[in-house]
């Protein structure tokens, strides 16, 4: 059988240091060094915190630990070593972040957040728990992200609060049929870019654009389990209630309310100051201002008219 040793070393430098040791002259084999630190890390860091000791080498088995060469790879021992040393435990929270990450000192990020290669997070800002901050995020002064949120292609404003299960920046719904039937997904290459002042509430998703970047206007509030599609722009001053969905590409103005459950068919542009019921579908343009409801929107006293209509009808032809 096959066997390896993890090596954990205390350092005084960024903490603990991680290597690996070939054992009865067995060949050396590149090492999945994430997993390590996942299953076996924790355990060898536990344990030279309890003791005095500065180094501590764990038994690996084939049989029970995949290594990458199990598949193609052109990574070697020394690589996948220096891509985990390259992640350093943060001194505000204990979280982790990437060396070529640009954090200020009074940044804070917590026990299990993950900040990756060249984002930027600005005086104040906090990373709950098991929150990833991927490669290139730019997240301004005194905004707040909660717990498990995923922000990556993306840049947030200053004084936001992002709260937990947040998905921001990941691809949009974009597919073609080509000419032999299969289904091909379109690039979705662009950014999300929220402003300032913005809350974003529990479990909402915000995809990153196609052919423009998705826009979250200033003082923009959304409530929790809202989509927005990719490409959408939504201006400054909105206020979007639970369950919303923004289909791709729609453009919404200022000060726009909708209420829970109101869904915008993609391409559609809804001028500044309309306000929605809940439970509305926007099919088509809405060009003035003012209040809508009904499937399809219509203007609110219409949409009345018509519900009042249709409750005498029923009530006058209960067969």
Known sequence: ???????VQRTKASGFALGRSRVLGLPRRPINIPALVRSLGAMAVRLLSRSRSTLVQLPLHRSGFRHVSDGPSDLSDEQTVE???AFVRWKNGGGLFHRSARIDPT???EVGAVVHPDSVLGSDVRIGSGTVVGPSVSIRQSTKVGYNAVLSNCSVGQFSTIHNGVCVGQDGFGFFMNEEGHILKKPQA????????VEIG?????????????VIGDHTKIDNLVQIGHNVIIGKCCMLCGQVGIAGSATLGDYVTLGGRVAIRDHVSIASKVRLAANSFVTK????SGDYGGFPAVPIHEWRRQSAKLRRFCKNNPS
């Not at 059988?1 to 090596?7: C, Q, R, Y």
């Open 285 to 288: 343009d809405l060009a003035e």
């Open 1 to 7: 059988m096959e066997s390896t040793v993890l090596i």
């Open 107 to 109: 940044a804070v990020v």
């Open 190 to 197: 662009l950014h999300v870019r929220i402003g300032d002042n």
């Open 202 to 214: 529990a479990n909402t998703c915000i995809d990153r654009g196609s052919w423009r970047d998705t």
């Open 83 to 85: 891509d985990a040393s």
